[in-house]
């Protein structure tokens, strides 16, 4: 390793135990206490050591004859920290940035599992080797049988999954699980090359959408980036579909159809033409049989059959949307687009009926009544789902700050339809002037909602926090509120910030001057660690009735929108941190590290437009993004700088493994944590926390250790988070839509505005 500079991957599975490089690498890390990451990895090593009662050739072992396996009960988060310990630190230590050479054909000797995670990062840098592949490839069966798939010419290394042996029945038994093997084919992990006589592969092909660019290109976005399609290999495949392709050149940049997966929902309007019924969408004609009552004119969502009919494709009826000249229609059409629908109608109707309009007696069984308590809620003028309510007080130099959370898992049963609506769609969606809810107007806006002057069912985190933001100690619990006033952000914030005080506010100025002091305290904590302010101009757009534009300004957040973005980040850490300490299954809200080199050019250009920048760059810093914010601060081009930043941070997303926030200081290596626990009304994965708390105060650990739901939490994180970029989406086009609507008026006048 350390001459050579290449590498064959069976030889090094052999040479960490025959030739004692395991040792060496243990002997490496003791030796150099400069290592990147030594803190980190003493600290696995002393947990090996000193919790599982490792001596230090098993620790050795562990570390490079597979990630710790079932004989010794390991949460998945030290999985994570021994595979990125071996990954990024051990290895990379050793062998330095060198690319490998050499034969990568075969991981068949048991062992070397340092050494595979090293590949797989090396593999997956060169984009040989994508998340999926890799859980192909720890499936034991496969792995002997590696070569590096997705190449073009790539010969299928076929498994022959049947066995010689037959069952009691004279059947062929099989050597992996069939239900295991269906679930990887689904999943596009494995390709089956004949069924009946059991052969399969690692799939040679990648998944992606399908776009057809104003040029008439087609290109598939995938993992590898975006793959122009030859035209003539295209096999009927339709904008927005998701296909699997197969690379047809070493530069990754050709590629060509192999199968339609699925077909994307289109929407268009009803036609008749010469006695026929068709579907106008996308300038294309399709064929479709309608029953009588849906009449010219209306929009419909339709799904389209993967074979043409003559000259036109098939399609078939999936919705009705609205007539074409409806209010609103605009916005209709952006939601069936992105996949928000509104299933199981009926079904939820039913459901709905037999979940009560306030809350009752036997509701506050189990519960803390904390009725008479001064609570309240802090909103926008027009809201109407409010998910949190806040209270404060003095205990001592202490603050005791309670954050309160409509507790709508109480009233939507998991596996209902009322949740499989909200979980297919995992978040509201929110447009000019109007809001389309995860779950049903009489839950978000009724019975759910934390509305003033009423009972309502919650689950409270309250905290109590010193002067320098610190938590002390917390207690989080169900209960029953009874909020005091809906307060909104512009009198709130003529109170702390003009002095001007509302009538109806009075009682509670004392309070909110309290909040006031407790949300500096915090922010200021949060600075210190490493918090991001990227200060963007966001726009407000104001609609009337039926959604025509009435005004557009800039959204301007101030002291009352602060403190409430303050106790929410508090609360969210507080519930996730408790979480993650107990070892137990959860959901939580990631946001990787900056793109180094993505960051390094950005800097350069900054530079070259003139700005001296005295910075040092390690990436892994939570304050290195905002020194160089801070940098910039003062400087004319202030907003397009930051904008250039802001491109080279990472994606916050969903993981069910605790990675930290980058964003806002959170380091998982000092047992912190993030989720999102204060937005259950508008956020599925928000309830799914919810859901957990509640398993964890009635003592139902088992229930959420168990593997089923383990699977469930994986499943409803990578949802949510490709849900989350599709409610983005929907949120950009209908700005950008009626920006246009109100920018109609103008047409031919001039301005001034920055590109």
């Not at 090593?45 to 230090?56: A, I, M, P």
């Not at 562990?62 to 990630?67: Q, S, Y």
């Amino acid at each position: 390793l350390e001459t050579q500079r290449s590498l064959n991957i069976g030889d090094l599975a052999g040479m960490v135990q025959k030739d004692g490089i395991a040792k060496r690498l243990l002997d490496y890390i003791k030796s150099n206490p400069s290592l990147p990451g030594i803190n980190l990895i003493n600290k696995i090593y002393e947990y090996g050591v000193n919790t599982l009662g490792f001596n230090e050739d098993e620790w050795v072992f562990e570390l490079t004859d597979g990630i710790i396996g079932d004989n010794y009960p390991v949460p998945d988060r030290m999985l994570v920290h021994i595979e990125k310990i071996t990954n990024k630190y051990l290895l990379k230590e050793l062998c330095g940035d060198t690319e490998f050479e050499g034969n990568f054909d075969v991981f068949g000797v048991e062992g070397g599992t340092a050494a595979m995670c090293y590949i797989f990062d090396s593999l997956e840098k060169n984009h040989l080797l994508n998340k999926d592949d890799k859980i192909a490839l720890m499936t034991p069966i496969f792995t002997p049988y590696l070569e590096i798939p997705h190449l073009p010419n790539y010969k299928f290394n076929v498994i022959n999954i049947k066995a010689n042996e037959v069952d009691e029945n004279g059947n062929p038994t099989w050597q992996y699980p069939k239900e295991e093997l269906n679930k990887l084919q689904e999943e596009h992990l494995v390709y089956c090359v004949n069924s009946k006589k059991g052969l399969y592969t690692l799939n040679p092909f990648r998944e992606g959408i399908l776009h057809i660019r104003r040029n008439k290109d087609v290109i598939v976005t995938c993992d590898l980036g975006d793959i122009k399609i030859e035209k003539a290999k295209t096999y009927g495949a339709l904008e927005g579909d998701k296909v699997l392709i197969r690379i047809t050149d070493f530069n990754y940049s050709l590629g060509s159809i192999k199968e339609i997966i699925e077909r994307k929902g289109l929407i268009g309007e009803v036609k008749t033409i010469k006695g026929k019924r068709f579907v106008m969408a996308n300038n294309n004609l399709y064929m479709i049989d309608l029953p009588k009552f849906i009449v010219d004119g209306l929009l419909v969502g339709i799904k389209v059959d993967k074979k043409k009919i003559g000259r036109y494709y098939k399609a078939t009826l999936d919705r009705v949307i609205c007539h074409k000249n409806a209010p609103r229609v605009d916005e209709f059409k952006i939601l069936y687009d992105h996949g928000f629908n509104n299933n199981y109608e009926e079904e939820i109707k039913e459901e709905l009926k037999s979940i009560p309009s306030e809350v009752r007696k036997i509701d506050f069984i189990n519960r803390k009544d904390l009725t008479d308590k001064t609570i309240f809620t802090i909103d926008g003028d027009d809201t109407k789902d409010i998910d949190d309510a806040i209270s404060i007080e003095k205990k001592g130099n202490n603050y005791l700050l309670g954050v309160h959370i409509a507790d709508v898992s109480y009233y939507v049963k998991e596996n209902s339809y009322i949740d499989k609506s909200a979980r297919e769609k995992a978040t509201s969606v929110y447009m000019p002037g109007v809001v389309f809810p995860m779950y049903p107007v009489f839950l978000s806006n009724g019975i759910c909602s934390l509305n003033p002057n009423v009972d309502r069912c919650s689950i409270s985190c309250v905290m109590e926090i010193d002067k320098n933001g610190k938590l002390i100690d917390f207690d989080i619990f169900k209960s029953v509120i009874h909020s005091r006033i809906q307060m909104t952000y512009k009198k709130v914030n003529k109170i702390l910030e003009e002095n001007i005080i509302d009538d109806e506010y009075k009682l509670y100025v004392d309070d909110l001057k309290l909040m006031k002091e407790l949300s500096d305290i915090l922010h200021n904590m949060r600075v210190k660690r490493g918090l991001l302010d990227f200060d963007r101009e966001e726009i407000k757009i104001e609609t009337d009735i039926n959604g025509k534009v009435t005004n557009i300004s800039k959204r301007i957040t101030k002291t009352g929108e602060n403190i409430i973005e303050d106790f929410m980040l508090m609360a969210n850490e507080c519930v996730a941190t408790y979480i993650y300490n107990m070892g137990l299954t959860s959901i939580y809200r990631i946001h990787d590290i900056p793109n180094e080199e993505r960051l390094i050019k950005t800097i350069n250009v900054i530079k070259n437009y003139g700005e001296k920048l005295d910075i040092k760059l390690n990436i892994k810093s939570f304050k290195v993004v905002q020194n160089l914010l801070e940098e910039l601060k003062n400087s004319p081009k202030y907003n397009i700088y930051s904008y250039m930043i802001l491109r080279c941070m990472a994606k916050a997303e969903y993981s069910n493994v605790n990675e930290g926030h980058f964003g806002i200081g959170i380091d998982s290596y000092k047992n912190e944590a993030y989720t999102h626990f204060t937005s259950p009304i508008r956020r599925y994965p928000d309830t799914t926390i919810h859901r957990i708390l509640t398993n964890i105060l009635e003592g139902n650990i088992e229930k959420i250790e168990s593997s089923a739901y383990k699977d469930n939490i994986i499943n409803i994180a990578t949802h949510s988070s490709y849900m989350e970029l599709q409610e983005i989406a929907c949120e950009k086009e209908a700005n950008k839509m009626k920006m246009a609507e109100y920018m109609e008026k103008f047409i031919g006048k001039t301005f001034e505005g920055f590109i």
